[in-house]
């Protein structure tokens, strides 16, 4: 009995969500056929108790839009939100960014936007007031700096990314590197060493097998923030991932049982060093995302209530 209980608060520290709840797979395969697009976040929620928040990648969302996705989860949903792409070494157009920010840099729309400090200043600035509503309502979970491929070893160093860290030092960051060579040899050590030391959240992931220099390896665990564990899976097709043209393609893959009985020993495994671990799918074609992610839930022991049967399903 008592190991039972273990499980189960091991499980309870366990978030498990999608990488955003608006995919067009999601909306043709997995939503109630007919539901307004108001009613899906209302709708995931009740499957679900975290997301990571994709659109914030392209804008800054509106603060009045944050707060209705407030009103319309539950009091313990956490929203963790992926920082823009300007932030995260991504080539960036002008028209990315808030017109009153474009105009203030005065820029063209198809200008490329240099990464500087006072770029970033204003970027966070812009993002200040929509992440406030979401501390305020006690559920902003984790900001998630998802760097480029092109951010590599022979390229840049770590400590580029010091001064936007330092401007988001009251928030948990979440740091995806998407370049091998991060985490290669004696880089591993220095890259883990350099993400405890800003209490930055090493992002964990589940991929393809293949060697790659955009691949990051699926066999490290790294715990280096003691509040909080990430782990993001991307499915294992190794040629969707390199030659996908779209999100969807890069990330087709179904998980089989079998390997979601891995993911939950893997999640359990980074519990043991972290208070909360956030298990993010991002394979995100079709339905495959909530499905694998419902499937998660269910082999961690969490309760999870099927979803409704409506009328227009059918």
Same mark, same amino acid.
């Given at each position: ?18 990488? +955003?709840? +608006? ?10 056929? *007919? ?5 899906? &976040? ?50 960036? +157009? ?9 105009? *203030? ?11 500087? #400090? ?38 840049? #160093? &770590? ?6 860290? @330092? ?22 050590? *220095? ?64 998980? +089989? ?8 020993? @893997? ?27 419902? @499937? ?6 969490? &309760? ?11």
């Amino acid at each position: 009995m008592r190991h039972f209980d273990h499980n189960a608060r091991v499980a309870e520290r366990i978030l498990v969500g999608t990488a +955003s709840w +608006s995919d067009p797979g999601f909306v043709e395969f997995w939503y109630p056929k *007919k539901m307004r697009p108001a009613d899906r &976040l209302g709708w995931y929620a009740q499957h679900f108790n975290m997301v990571e928040v994709n659109s914030t990648f392209y804008s800054v969302p509106d603060p009045m839009l944050v707060r209705r996705w407030c009103d319309t989860t539950p009091s313990n949903f956490v929203f963790n939100v992926k920082l823009h792409q300007l932030l995260s070494y991504h080539s960036t +157009s002008a028209k990315l960014l808030p017109p009153v920010l474009q105009k *203030k840099l005065r820029l063209e729309k198809n200008a490329k936007v240099a990464l500087t #400090k006072e770029t970033s200043e204003e970027m966070l600035e812009a993002l200040a007031p929509s992440l406030e509503v979401l501390r305020r309502a006690g559920k902003l979970g984790v900001l998630l700096l998802q760097l480029s491929p092109a951010f590599s070893p022979r390229q840049h #160093k &770590l400590n580029e990314l010091e001064n936007v860290l @330092r401007m988001i030092c009251d928030f948990p960051v979440a740091v995806e590197l998407r370049n091998r060579n991060w985490v290669e040899g004696e880089q591993l050590e *220095k890259t883990l060493e350099f993400l405890g030391e800003h209490n930055a959240i090493f992002v964990n992931v589940d991929a393809p097998a293949k060697k790659h220099f955009t691949i990051m390896p699926s066999g490290l665990d790294a715990n280096t923030n003691k509040n909080v564990a990430y782990l993001r899976l991307h499915g294992r097709d190794s040629r969707a991932y390199l030659t996908g043209k779209t999100v969807a393609a890069r990330f087709n893959y179904d998980y +089989s049982d079998a390997e979601i009985d891995e993911v939950a020993a @893997r999640s359990k495994k980074l519990a043991r060093n972290a208070r909360e671990v956030h298990v993010i799918f991002n394979n995100n074609a079709r339905d495959y995302a909530p499905h694998a992610a419902l @499937r998660l839930r269910k082999a961690l022991g969490q &309760l999870v209530s099927p979803p409704p049967q409506t009328a227009e399903l059918f």
